[in-house]
């Protein structure tokens, strides 16, 4: 029955709302006007949220940083240890193969790590075997691994709660692991909360963006989404100067666990409840008591006799994607996109160890690098479109991957900073584009697929970072020719810039036809 009467709702709701009283959400703020107080509050909570976000996910770079303090013992230097200036112990190979020889352990034994050094890194103070020195790599890997599991957990623990409890509980699992990872010098339980941080990730960075968006008038939504990835970019360049003020890095962790902590009780007495969960759940007298709340906050008022509507759609399915060849073409080049944005962003991210000079003025530049990248691609996609914007990044980031191949300190550290800007761009692109060619019905699931594609990149990139440290020319020419490949493969999916959104499979099609009858261009419409 209440399917029912949705389904009439719907129909009644093609005239105007203020004619029959029915009205979408959308058009409620719409009908409100500019953002208010109520969404700046939001935007000011979901921004905090971001840059938390951005310093969970960078945690590794400085608490598994490379320490370089080090000497072989008087025992070493006997049985054969070998330093070389610049590298970790284990980077060299002589030093590894006197491990397995011996069967002992090399640290105390042939070389020691400075003592006022080294609590600095977990590398240094958790005195790992050679052997298993690819559980510091892998400590990045599994975070993106919980991030994964999170993103589906979470999202179905929304569905049933509301957003609003399940970015309080994912981030309550965020604040426990972060204060038990420093009380414990044991790889195991790092690598185990590192699992649970991801997690966490999945669950409040991307329902404070659904919020953030969700409460913007429709013509307000690019611009609070592009500011939420700022302030991403603003947490990304600002991690180092945690890792400045606390060297140790189980003091680092702590300073890292004081935010998240300060921000439960503030999610908890001012983060609002999502009016569309409201309304999915039936709830829709709840619905307007927060649209009432936002137009009260904001010293506006609602449509006289407002009554709120949700215009049902059918569930997708996988079948939708792969019965469609051209829907597949374009679903697995845009997974091919995604996949090559997140192995870009993370491999300059994870190798800005291997820079020359101090990691954290690398790390603040190649932060602050995003942020012009961001701002450029905002203003392309309006000029040039979606699809030439992506390709005109995806190509300067080729140019980029294959000039850091010259073994020049200042070279390889332009290209790394233009680079950063490259993907950052490439970010801002491939989420709103995503969102933009799928039909209705497998909106969701096409962006989730993609999102999948940039974890599985996300995973190998901390490796890609560690190869350049051995071989600092291949990861560039593989990255690079995978780069081209991509920018090519682009050549043949809609552009999508100026058009509605499909909601069918048929003007799915018709992105490929702008003359196709019954879908044109909004300027086309206006005229």
């Not at 699992?173 to 966490?200: E, H, K, M, S």
């Not at 879908?519 to 005229?527: A, M």
């Amino acid at each position: 029955k209440q399917w029912y009467q949705r389904r009439v709702r719907a129909k009644v709701s093609s005239r105007k709302g203020k004619e029959t009283g029915w009205w979408k959400i959308d058009e409620v703020l719409e009908h409100m006007g500019t953002i208010g107080k109520f969404q700046l509050n939001l935007v000011i909570i979901a921004s905090i949220l971001s840059i938390i976000g951005a310093w969970r996910i960078l945690f590794d770079l400085f608490s598994s940083e490379n320490i370089f303090e080090w000497s072989c013992t008087q025992a070493g230097r006997i049985a054969g240890c070998v330093e070389v200036k610049g590298k970790m112990p284990c980077e060299i190979e002589a030093n590894s193969e006197l491990e397995k020889r011996t069967g002992e352990l090399g640290v105390d034994n042939f070389w020691e790590f400075d003592k006022d050094f080294e609590d600095h890194s977990i590398k240094s103070s958790m005195k790992l075997p050679c052997s298993q020195n690819w559980k510091f790599s892998f400590a990045s890997s599994i975070y993106f691994i919980g991030a994964f599991f999170g993103v589906w957990m979470f999202g179905s623990l929304s569905d049933a709660l509301g957003r609003r409890m399940t970015c309080m509980i994912s981030l309550g699992l965020c604040i426990v692991q972060a204060w038990i990872l420093p009380f414990f010098n044991n790889i195991t339980v790092y690598l185990t909360c590192r699992f649970f941080d991801g997690a966490a990730f999945g669950g409040f960075f991307l329902i404070a963006f659904v919020l953030d968006v969700e409460y913007a008038p429709p013509q307000y939504r690019n611009k609070v989404g592009t500011a939420f990835h700022f302030m991403t970019s603003v947490g990304m360049a600002t991690v180092c100067i945690w890792g400045v003020i606390f060297k140790q890095w189980k003091w680092y962790s702590v300073a890292l666990a004081v935010p998240p902590t300060i921000m439960l009780p503030v999610c908890y007495f001012f983060l609002p409840e999502s009016a569309r969960y409201y309304l999915g759940k039936g709830r829709d007298d709840d619905a307007l008591k927060m649209l009432q709340k936002v137009a009260d906050v904001n010293g506006k008022t609602l449509p006289e006799n407002c009554k709120l509507f949700e215009e049902v759609d059918q569930k997708a399915s996988f079948k939708e994607t792969v019965k469609n060849l051209l829907l597949l073409r374009c679903g697995v080049i845009n997974m091919f996109g995604w996949f090559m944005t997140s192995m870009v962003y993370y491999m300059l991210w994870f190798s800005a160890k291997s820079l020359a000079g101090d990691i954290y003025v690398n790390a603040l530049i190649l932060g602050l690098a995003e942020l012009p990248g961001r701002i450029v691609a905002f203003v392309l996609m309006e000029k040039i479109g979606r699809k030439f914007t992506f390709m005109a990044s995806i190509a300067l980031g080729c140019v980029c991957m294959f000039v850091s191949i010259y073994d020049n300190a200042t070279c390889r550290k332009i290209m790394y900073c233009i680079g950063k800007g490259v993907s950052g761009a490439l970010w801002a692109v491939i989420y709103l584009y995503s969102s933009e060619m799928y039909p209705t019905k497998i909106r969701n699931l096409g962006s989730g697929i993609g999102s999948a594609a940039a974890r599985v990149a996300a995973l190998v990139a901390p490796f890609v970072g560690d190869w350049i440290n051995i071989s600092p020319v291949w990861p560039y020419i593989i990255v690079g020719i995978l780069a081209i490949i991509c920018c090519g493969t682009f050549l043949f999916v809609p552009e999508t810039s100026g058009k509605d959104l499909p909601q069918t499979l048929e003007e799915f099609e018709n992105l490929f036809d702008d003359k196709k009858k019954g879908y044109k261009h909004k300027d086309e419409e206006n005229l």
